[in-house]
């Protein structure tokens, strides 16, 4: 039963590009494609398996479908490449797989090329990278990414038919993100296109979650244009929530160190990031839309324009993270505004738990370190090893609490 339904929303899909696009017709596009990336028949779509061939099939489909060009190798939209897996970052070797980008042009005939992608890649049944306790079960990635496929097909197939042609589209859904961005890393030093010709990429990571409106877009200092474009797109009452740093732990960051003007669209964080219940019934599916409305906004603003100056952000230069050697286990509100680094989500039985920090907290002090920001976190969290214990201080509502974490 589950096959059959399976392939009901398939043929679904593929029909709907039959007709003209409205926004019902986005919706259910974006809907089936959320749904079947993570449903159960995928298995966690984890790099290298059965799940993650099955979405990379279902991905090339709706590529041909929506009449992109293939731009993988050999003439094909799939750019395989080979790693060592192994679900202990500390082991050395491992089991060789295979993973696979999937590629798609949209030829305009123009001088420059922008590159949108998502990672189409989750973390399978949990051994590695999930914040779930309880033994191997399926994460389907709802949210991270399926949200941000959906997205890019959404883009992909409204680019395929406006008047935006002055730029050349490159769609890649990478795979091997959570691994360490092994798709993206891979592209960059394998590129089907010349990259002297790439104006900006576009990266769209956990767009599932949109509430309170609030749309963060990370690496908005990696071009002097992208601010002042911002403020000049037409927005459905999205809040938009900006930082600067090129680099982050997804696929823009692999751009960015290739000096190539890159954002990273999210909505945030939540307490189902990379656990089971990260799945389809907690997507906001309208959000889906209402942030790919704006993505559509930036890209026809920029259209008629210059290609896109880069440069290197000052969190990049001057406030380089330590390496982490512990973890507090904490997931941030990056949407947050008020001074200090809020915590949207405490992971269970970790330090921050056994301590007696809360979601909602708000940290204004790591040790000797006063954190205003995220990056000030990073900074009092690289100072501490293994077995050491220190004092973190917390806002919760009008309170200021101590309380003693061990890691």
Known sequence: ??????????????????????????????????????SDYLEGRETGTKGEALAAQYINKRFKEIGLLPKGDKGNYDQPFDFVYSNNPHATGGEERTGRNIVGYLDNGAATTVIIGAHYDHVGRGAFGSTYLDGPVIHNGADDNASGVAALLYLAKALNSSDWTNNNYLFIAFSGEELGLYGSKHFVKHPTIDMSTVNYMLNMDMLGRLKENTLVINGAGTSPTWKSSFTQIEKPALDIQTHDSGIGASDHTSFYLADLPALHFFTGSHE?????????????????????????????????????????????????ASAFRVTLGVMPDYASKGEGMRIDAVLDDRPAQKAGIE????IVKIGDKDVKDIYDYMEGLGAFQPGDSTTVVVKRGKKTLKKKVSF
């Open 1 to 38: 039963m589950r096959f059959n339904l399976i392939f009901f929303l398939f043929i679904t899909a593929y029909n709907s590009s039959l007709y003209a696009q409205t926004k019902a017709d986005a919706l259910q596009d974006i809907r089936i494609d959320v749904i079947y990336l993570a």
């Open 272 to 320: 189902d990031y990379h656990k089971p219940s990260d799945d389809s019934p907690l997507i906001n599916f309208e959000g889906i839309y209402e942030v790919s409305q704006y993505i559509l906004g930036l890209i026809a603003q920029l259209d008629g324009a210059e290609k896109l100056t880069f440069s290197k952000t000052k969190d990049e230069e001057n406030r380089k």
């Open 359 to 362: 979601a909602g907290d708000i």
